[in-house]
């Protein structure tokens, strides 16, 4: 019995003295931008039994937006051996680049087949798992909805980073344009700097304005709402945040819901399941935000139909 007494003593002190696992936590945008999701995906993880200094160690990066930031936050996650990667963005094609061992878990991605970043849905096939968006649906669905709440609409400016949107989704923002007959002009971002520069020709040369909603736009929102609304231009965006910052529309994935099954990814991998054998799953939730607010200041009168469709409608 003492025997037995000893040798369990001396196993849960191996347990209590194991180092914990690291989540390298590679935030694509600032806390301002992405702190809600990041505080969703910890608190989901906290609920799953995984606690930040006490059964695990979290080391987050910041990257606001920044790919070279991105690229190096990667790397450095990767010489720290930490035990998976959770990302978003390019974050994804970041650490992808970066580690062919370690697993990285996709909060959100475009398309994850078609760049080749997962064999397929059902079998990602190599380390790479989690959320995969279809960027090119919802680009439609955005210029659909803002055809139905500006039915005069003719020209269309479009801030689209070329650092993370590809050939595919900037040629479905055209065929969609074309297709309502709408003139697209798509201005090409790659820093903050490009923002304010396109910000600057704004006013008086487009009927609205679509912001491709990724981490170098959200790290940016408060400065693009704030031209926007001066110049008196309609907006349509991807995350609801820059809806809250006083933009006019946004449709897109629920992000905080993305951000809770990434962790629901992340349980599973510290458990000991290979990215290999997880299927990339896609969003379940899109919501549609309406700001009357920004509306009622343009002049613009959204109909009831469109409303009812809303998941919230700021007043």
Known sequence: MGSVAVD???????????????????????????????????????????????NIKIEYRWAAGDRPQTTKFAAELVQ??????????????????????????????????????????GRPGGNVTGLSIQPVELSSK?????????????????????????????????????????????????????????????????????????????SNRDKIVKAATEA??????????FVDAGGLISYGPNFIDLFVRAAEFTDKILKGATPADLPVQQPVKFDLIINLKAAKALGLSISDTVLTRAEEVIE
């Open 232 to 241: 008196k231009i309609p907006t349509i965006f991807g995350f609801r945040e």
């Open 142 to 218: 955005r210029l659909e909805l803002l055809r139905e709440i500006i039915p005069n609409v003719r020209r269309l400016a479009a801030l689209v980073n070329t650092h993370i949107v590809g050939a595919q989704e900037v040629a479905a923002i055209r065929t969609a344009s074309a297709k309502l007959n709408i003139d697209a002009n798509v201005i090409e971002i790659q820093t903050a700097k490009d923002i304010e520069a396109a910000l600057a020709t704004l006013a008086g040369q487009t009927d609205a304005l679509y912001v491709f909603s990724e981490p170098l736009t959200n």
């Open 8 to 54: 369990a003593s001396s196993a849960a002190h191996g347990q209590q003295s194991a180092k914990p696992p690291i989540v390298g936590l590679l935030v694509a945008g600032t806390t301002a931008s992405h702190g809600t999701w990041v505080a969703a995906f910890t608190q989901r993880l906290s609920e799953l039994g995984w606690t930040d200094g006490r």
């Open 80 to 121: 720290q051996k930490v035990d998976v990667i959770v990302t978003s963005a390019y974050g994804v094609v970041a650490a992808e680049q970066a580690t062919s061992t370690i697993p990285i878990v996709s909060a959100a991605y475009g398309d994850l087949v078609a760049v080749g970043i997962v064999k397929s849905l």
